[in-house]
């Protein structure tokens, strides 16, 4: 690629990345907004969705070292090209005079108002480009009341700014592995890990299916599940189906349910690169019933997601906790229902992708009282640390654990015994 191809290219991530950002202000997710940018070249939108993501990572950071340079405040498109530039020169090591010299382009190329702020957004960036130090002194942003308030709760203030860093650290590519050969370092938990922004497809053994991306918490339920050969385990939430390929791998025999029929396609599509077989089946699992008792369940279900904010950092900028009760709600009628479907003896495994103790451990202690017979087992798999382990016999895991490693996803994973 010679220089001027590279050149426009970054301009191109620029202009894509700005829209992403305005969609994300009018209240869509990334993925929702990925249309926007369809006719990009695809490198150019890898690029424009990574610069996103860094900027939402950091935008209130950004609009707190920017503040006082500015006299008032700038029309929306302006200051998310200011944001952009911000956090490409201080938090992405680009040099001061592409980041201002793109910024300025792009607030000209905005309109006839974009360039009579063209003169202010260089005269602001060149200030911003030599506050290094100050950018280095700000907190990571705060996650919002609804989240941070239970998460300060019940861990303390250290933990939540602890989590805050590690949503602004963002996350590293982990992969589960089917055959012994797979890519990356391994971790104490079996899953194996990459470098953010590794191309996925071009790594090996991904058209053989011999690994498949998953978290290293998310890939923890299954472990804590502990599926045998010739059990029959139904995955009750199971699309893109992570777990599913976990528990085929094992040799169990199962039944992957979900309600979404669009979700369960990226199922089957991923059962069959890793030549794999489960029964996929479309329903809801407040009704569903197998015509014999099952060994197992899992029960992933659907949460706030807001263990993933570190992928996902639109996240806390579009939610705001309204749905809560309604989640939590289902939460509980899913765990008594799931219960229903095991046999005498049988095991559950409950979890949320989710830093909410309501979908968590309260949800837990409300299960355990709701059903007297139901006893939780403390959860035993590879490179679970004591201090992972709640009071009660839950896993909880953090976005601030495994800190010097790149963390992990939120998640919150209790294995319950029904009485024999
Ligand atoms: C957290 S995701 C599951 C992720 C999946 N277990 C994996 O590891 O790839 C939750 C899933 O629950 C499904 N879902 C939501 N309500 C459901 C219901 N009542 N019955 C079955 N599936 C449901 C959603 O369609 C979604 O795919």
Same mark, same amino acid.
Request: with cysteine; glycine share 10%; hydrophobic share 45%.
């Given at each position: 690629?010679?220089?001027?191809?590279?050149?426009?290219?970054?301009?191109?991530?620029?202009?894509?990345?700005?829209?992403?950002?305005?969609?994300?202000?009018?209240?869509?997710?990334?993925?929702?907004?990925?249309?926007?940018?369809?006719?990009?070249?695809?490198?150019?939108?890898?690029?424009?969705?990574?610069?996103?993501?860094?900027?939402?990572?950091?935008?209130?950071?950004?609009?707190?070292?920017?503040?006082?340079?500015?006299?008032?405040?700038?029309?929306?498109?302006?200051?998310?090209?200011?944001?952009?530039?911000?956090?490409?020169?201080?938090?992405?090591?680009?040099?001061?005079?592409?980041?201002?010299?793109?910024?300025?382009?792009?607030?000209?190329?905005?309109?006839?108002?974009?360039?009579?702020?063209?003169?202010?957004?260089?005269?602001?960036?060149?200030?911003?480009?030599?506050?290094?130090?100050? %950018?280095?002194?700000?907190?990571?942003?705060?996650?919002?009341?609804?989240?941070?308030?239970?998460?300060?709760?019940? %861990?303390?203030?250290?933990?939540?700014?602890?989590?805050?860093?590690?949503?602004?650290?963002?996350?590293?590519?982990?992969?589960?592995?089917?055959?012994?050969?797979?890519?990356?370092?391994?971790?104490?938990?079996?899953?194996?890990?990459?470098?953010?922004?590794?191309?996925?497809?071009?790594?090996?053994?991904?058209?053989?299916?011999?690994?498949?991306?998953?978290?290293?918490?998310?890939?923890?339920?299954?472990?804590?599940?502990?599926?045998?050969?010739? +059990?029959?385990?139904?995955?009750?939430?199971?699309?893109?189906?992570?777990?599913?390929?976990?528990?085929?791998?094992?040799?169990?025999?199962?039944?992957?349910?979900?309600?979404?029929?669009?979700?369960?396609?990226?199922?089957?599509?991923?059962?069959?690169?890793?030549?794999?077989?489960?029964? @996929?089946?479309?329903?809801?699992?407040?009704? %569903?019933?197998?015509?014999?008792?099952?060994?197992?369940?899992?029960?992933?279900?659907?949460?706030?997601?807001?263990?993933? @904010?570190?992928?996902?950092? +639109?996240?806390?900028? @579009?939610?705001?906790?309204?749905?809560?009760?309604?989640?939590?709600?289902?939460?509980?009628?899913? @765990?008594?229902?799931?219960?229903?479907?095991?046999?005498?003896?049988?095991?559950?495994?409950?979890?949320?992708?989710?830093?909410?103790?309501?979908?968590?451990?309260?949800?837990?202690?409300?299960?355990?009282?709701?059903?007297?017979?139901?006893?939780?087992?403390?959860?035993?798999?590879?490179?679970?640390?004591?201090? %992972?382990?709640?009071?009660?016999?839950?896993?909880?895991?953090?976005?601030?654990?495994?800190?010097?490693?790149?963390?992990?996803?939120?998640?919150?994973?209790?294995?319950?015994?029904?009485?024999?």
């Amino acid at each position: 690629m010679d220089k001027s191809q590279d050149r426009s290219g970054r301009d191109g991530a620029r202009s894509g990345a700005l829209r992403l950002l305005a969609a994300v202000e009018e209240g869509a997710t990334l993925d929702e907004a990925a249309a926007l940018i369809e006719g990009a070249a695809p490198p150019d939108r890898a690029r424009a969705r990574r610069l996103a993501r860094e900027v939402l990572r950091r935008q209130a950071r950004a609009d707190a070292l920017l503040a006082p340079f500015l006299a008032r405040r700038p029309r929306p498109e302006i200051q998310r090209i200011l944001r952009l530039a911000t956090v490409e020169m201080l938090a992405l090591g680009e040099a001061p005079h592409g980041a201002v010299n793109a910024a300025v382009a792009l607030a000209r190329a905005s309109g006839p108002k974009g360039q009579a702020a063209s003169g202010m957004v260089n005269a602001v960036l060149r200030k911003v480009s030599a506050s290094a130090e100050t %950018w280095v002194g700000l907190p990571p942003q705060h996650m919002p009341g609804w989240l941070r308030k239970p998460i300060v709760a019940a %861990w303390g203030k250290p933990a939540a700014r602890a989590i805050e860093a590690a949503h602004e650290a963002g996350a590293p590519l982990d992969l589960t592995p089917k055959a012994a050969d797979c890519p990356g370092d391994a971790l104490p938990t079996g899953s194996h890990r990459l470098p953010a922004g590794t191309q996925v497809s071009a790594l090996p053994g991904y058209d053989a299916g011999d690994w498949w991306v998953q978290d290293a918490a998310a890939a923890m339920a299954v472990r804590v599940l502990d599926p045998q050969p010739g +059990e029959t385990v139904a995955d009750l939430c199971a699309a893109p189906g992570g777990k599913t390929l976990q528990l085929a791998t094992a040799g169990s025999r199962v039944t992957a349910l979900d309600i979404s029929e669009s979700r369960l396609a990226r199922v089957a599509e991923n059962l069959a690169r890793c030549g794999l077989a489960a029964e @996929i089946v479309a329903g809801d699992a407040l009704t %569903w019933r197998p015509e014999e008792p099952l060994d197992a369940v899992l029960l992933d279900a659907p949460c706030s997601a807001t263990g993933t @904010i570190r992928r996902h950092p +639109e996240l806390p900028l @579009i939610r705001d906790g309204a749905g809560l009760r309604d989640l939590t709600a289902l939460q509980a009628r899913l @765990i008594d229902h799931a219960l229903t479907l095991l046999r005498p003896g049988g095991r559950l495994v409950y979890a949320t992708c989710s830093l909410l103790p309501a979908e968590g451990e309260e949800q837990l202690a409300a299960a355990l009282s709701r059903h007297p017979g139901l006893t939780v087992e403390p959860p035993q798999a590879p490179g679970i640390q004591p201090g %992972w382990i709640t009071e009660q016999g839950g896993l909880r895991l953090r976005p601030d654990l495994w800190p010097e490693r790149g963390g992990m996803d939120g998640f919150f994973i209790a294995r319950l015994r029904k009485s024999a």
